[in-house]
């Protein structure tokens, strides 16, 4: 192969590389942002639960509609994470036949310019 040729390749394949890993990332930064809501509702409620104060919340029953409301998100949230992490596994796929790639072209870049000794 033309070593013009192969260089150009190489670059392509670390280019495709990059895009992929960078949707990895996307995907990884949405799941860690969905977690942290899910989290932070599951303090929530666990602040909630501990202060046994009588307020007006609890008085009127508010309270047990927000507790509802709390564990239909966190459903919601978590069936998203298993979308996004089905997703994450496709990408992954993706980045890894990309990375390989992209790995032995420069490789054969790598060797093609080293000078041959016969």
Known sequence: MNPENLTRL????AMK???????VS?????????????????????ARDEDLTL????????DVVWRRWVDQ???????????????REMFMGKARTSFGRADVLDKLNNQQKKPRSD
């Open 10 to 13: 190489a670059q392509l394949a």
């Open 55 to 62: 307020d007006p919340a609890r008085m009127t029953g508010v």
């Open 26 to 46: 996307r995907i990884t930064g949405q799941m860690n942002a969905l977690q942290r809501e899910i989290d932070a509702l599951r303090d929530e409620v666990k």
């Open 73 to 87: 998100t966190v459903r919601h949230h978590q069936a998203r994470m298993a979308e996004l992490a089905m997703a």
């Open 17 to 23: 590389r990059d895009v992929d890993l960078q949707d």
